[in-house]
C-alpha cells in the first residue's frame, strides 16, 4: 500500500514545537513527557510532573519530529466481478505475512471449514481451526443479514474479517480476497458489501457431441468458482452421442463417456465450490444416439423421410425409454435444477405439420378432441416428462422453441423459459413469455452462444461485445426487454455447442471461452455499465487468475 509522509510544519506549528522542547527540558530528572517520537497530530501529551525547580534557560528551537504515516483513501479491491460497494478507509490494508493465518468463528466450524481450509491453502497461509483471531489473521463467519449469496468483507487494524447469511456469500468473499492478492498482493482498507444481481449464473458445455473428460471439466469448475459463477449445465444425450454411463439403458451409450464414478466427483467438486450440476436429457427432438439402439421409436414423414433425432411422441415406447433414463439420472444428480430439453422437434419445422406427419396429427385429435394439433401433442409431451422430474423438487426448464401458443393445452405453470433464439418458426418474443408471466433463463445466441467450427455464419462472441453491450435484459438479438420485467430474469448461462465437433480441442475450447466467459461473469453479478474500460478488464482478468 503507498502512503504519503508529511513533513515539519511551519508558522504556528513551529512555535508549537519549540513550546513542547521547552516543556521537556524543564522535567527535573531529564525524561521526556512530551507524546513520543511519531506520535501524530491529534494525540493529547499527557500532563508534566509538577516540579520546584527554577526553569532552565529555554534551549534553542528544533525542527518538530516527524507526524505519524498517513495514509490515502483506499480504493476498491481489483477483482472480477468487480465489487459492487466499497467503502473507502485510511490504514495500509491487509497483505499475507509470516504470523498470518485463516480461522472461523467456533459455532460455524461445520459449515465453513472447508472454505477456510481452501483460502488458507490459497494463501499459502496455516487454518488454525477456531482459534482466537490474531493480529494479521482472515475471519470467517455466518452472520447479518442481506440477500442469498451476499457478504461483508472488512479490512481493519491489519486484520480481515468476511461474514455472510450463508455459506457461499462467505465463499463468494474468500474468492474477492483471493483474486485481490493475485492482482495487487493486497487486499485495500476499508468494507467491501457484495452480492449478486441474478441468482443464476453459469456455463453449460455440450458434452453429448464432443467428449470431454472430467478432468477438463473440473478445471472449468474451479474457473468457474472464482468467477462467482453458480451452474454448470450439462447437455450429455444428443444425435450424436450419449455421453454418461447407463444402468437402465447401456445400449444407447457412447463407447467415450463418463462412468458415474466420474460424474460423481464432479458433482461433489462443483457442490463444495457452490455450483448447481443441471443435467440435460433433450427430447423429443436431440434423440439420436436412443435411436440408433431403438430404430423403432423413429419419427417418419409421410413421404417415408427419418428426421435424424427425431423419436415419434405417438409411440408410448418412446415415453417409456426417455422416462425411465429421466428417473435413472436425477438420481445421480442430486442439485436444484433439471433442464428438460424440448426445442426443434423437426415435425413442428415444417411448413404443414398435420401434413406431413399424418400420424402425429391422428394421435393429437385423439387426445385433445378435433382442435388438438401436432403442437399440443407436443405440449403434452414435455408436460409428462416434466410430472416424471417434479416429485424431485427440482426447479426444472426447457428451452424457448418448446413453448407453444395458440394450442388447446399449455406447458405447466412452473416451467422456466431457457430463451436461446428467435430465429424458431412462428418465432415469440420474449416479452410475450414474460407478460404471461413466466421466468426467463437468458441463453441469448448471439451473444452467448460458442459454437464450435462456427457454422451457419455463427462467429464466436467476443468478451468486449459481451462487456460493452449485453444484460440479461438482453434475451434476444441486441434490443433489451422493459426493465419492469427484470425480477422474472433469474439469470443467463453462456452456452458452448459442438456442432463442429473437431473444430477445437479442449484446450482451445477453454481458451476460446476464457473472456466470453469472465465477462457474462461480470455482467450477471452486475448488469450496470462497468467503469473499466474493456482494455483495463481484460488485463485485470490476468492479473487475477494468476497468469
Keep these: 500500500m503507498r502512503y504519503s509522509i508529511r513533513g515539519p510544519r511551519r508558522g504556528p506549528a513551529l512555535l508549537a514545537a519549540a513550546v513542547a522542547l521547552v516543556t521537556v527540558a524543564a522535567c527535573s530528572d531529564g525524561s521526556s513527557s512530551a507524546p513520543p517520537a511519531g506520535t501524530g497530530a491529534g494525540t493529547t501529551a499527557p500532563t508534566a510532573a509538577p516540579t520546584s525547580a527554577p526553569p532552565p534557560p529555554s534551549p534553542t528551537p528544533k525542527p518538530s519530529p ?89 479490512v481493519r487494524d491489519g486484520g480481515i474479517r468476511i461474514t455472510g447469511p450463508d455459506q457461499a456469500g462467505v465463499f463468494y468473499g474468500t474468492r474477492t480476497l483471493k483474486q485481490s492478492v493475485n492482482a495487487t498482493g493486497a487486499m485495500p482498507e476499508g468494507t467491501v458489501t457484495d452480492a449478486p444481481a441474478k441468482p443464476q449464473r453459469g456455463l453449460m458445455v455440450d458434452i453429448a457431441r464432443k467428449y470431454f473428460t472430467a478432468d477438463w471439466i473440473e478445471d472449468r469448475l474451479r474457473e468457474m468458482a472464482d ?181 388447446v393445452t399449455s406447458a405447466a405453470p412452473d416451467l422456466q423459459v431457457a430463451y436461446w433464439t428467435g430465429a424458431e418458426i412462428g418465432a415469440r418474443t420474449p416479452t410475450s413469455y414474460l407478460s404471461a408471466g413466466r421466468k426467463m433463463i437468458n441463453y441469448n445466441d448471439v451473444f452467448l452462444y460458442y459454437i464450435l467450427g462456427q457454422p451457419r455464419g455463427q462467429t464466436y462472441p467476443t468478451g468486449r461485445r459481451i462487456y460493452e453491450q449485453w444484460t440479461p435484459l438482453v434475451l434476444r438479438g441486441t434490443t433489451p426487454v422493459p426493465a419492469r420485467y427484470d425480477p422474472q430474469i ?17 484446450a482451445q475450447v477453454a481458451a476460446g471461452i476464457r473472456m466470453p466467459l469472465t465477462a457474462t461473469a461480470q455482467k450477471l453479478w452486475d448488469a450496470r455499465k462497468p467503469a473499466a474500460s474493456w482494455a483495463a478488464f481484460q488485463s485485470l482478468a490476468a492479473k487475477v487468475r494468476g497468469s
Design 66 to 154: 516527524t507526524p505519524t504515516k498517513t495514509y490515502p483513501l483506499s480504493a476498491a479491491p481489483q477483482v472480477v466481478p468487480a465489487v459492487r460497494a466499497h467503502q473507502a478507509a485510511r490504514g495500509p490494508g491487509w497483505k499475507p505475512g509470516p504470523d498470518t493465518g485463516v480461522v472461523v468463528a467456533a459455532k460455524d466450524e461445520a459449515v465453513l471449514g472447508d472454505e477456510a481450509k481452501l483460502i488458507a491453502g490459497e494463501l499459502r497461509v496455516p487454518y488454525r481451526g477456531t482459534a482466537a483471531a490474531r493480529p494479521g489473521d482472515v475471519t470467517l463467519a455466518l452472520g447479518g443479514g442481506g440477500a442469498a449469496e451476499s457478504y461483508t468483507l472488512t
Design 227 to 407: 468467477l462467482k459463477l453458480n451452474q454448470l449445465g450439462l447437455h450429455f444425450s444428443d444425435d450424436q452421442g450419449f455421453r454418461i454411463a447407463s444402468d437402465t439403458h447401456p445400449e444407447i451409450v457412447s463407447e467415450r463417456h463418463l462412468s458415474k464414478a466420474e460424474v460423481r466427483r464432479i458433482v461433489a467438486l462443483a457442490q463444495s465450490l457452490h455450483i448447481q450440476v443441471v443435467p440435460e436429457i433433450d427430447s423429443p427432438g436431440h434423440l439420436g444416439a436412443v435411436i440408433d439402439a431403438h430404430p423403432d421409436l423413429q419419427l417418419v414423414s409421410a413421404t417415408g423421410r427419418r428426421p435424424r433425432g427425431t423419436v415419434d411422441i405417438s409411440n408410448p415406447a418412446a415415453a417409456k425409454i426417455v422416462d425411465e433414463l429421466l428417473r435413472e439420472y436425477t438420481g445421480l444428480f442430486p442439485g436444484a435444477y433439471w433442464h428438460l430439453g424440448g426445442d426443434e422437434y423437426v415435425a413442428l419445422m415444417a411448413k404443414n405439420p398435420e401434413a406431413t406427419y399424418p400420424e402425429l396429427a391422428r394421435a393429437a385429435t385423439a387426445k385433445y378432441g378435433p382442435s388438438g394439433r401436432i403442437q399440443d401433442l407436443a405440449t403434452g409431451w414435455l408436460n409428462d416428462r416434466a410430472a416424471v422430474v417434479r416429485p424431485t423438487g427440482k426447479a426444472l426448464r426447457a428451452w424457448n422453441d418448446g413453448f407453444f401458443a395458440g394450442g
Design 490 to 506: 433469474l439469470g443467463g448461462s453462456f452456452a458452448v455447442w459442438c456442432d463442429l465437433a473437431n473444430a477445437q480441442t479442449e
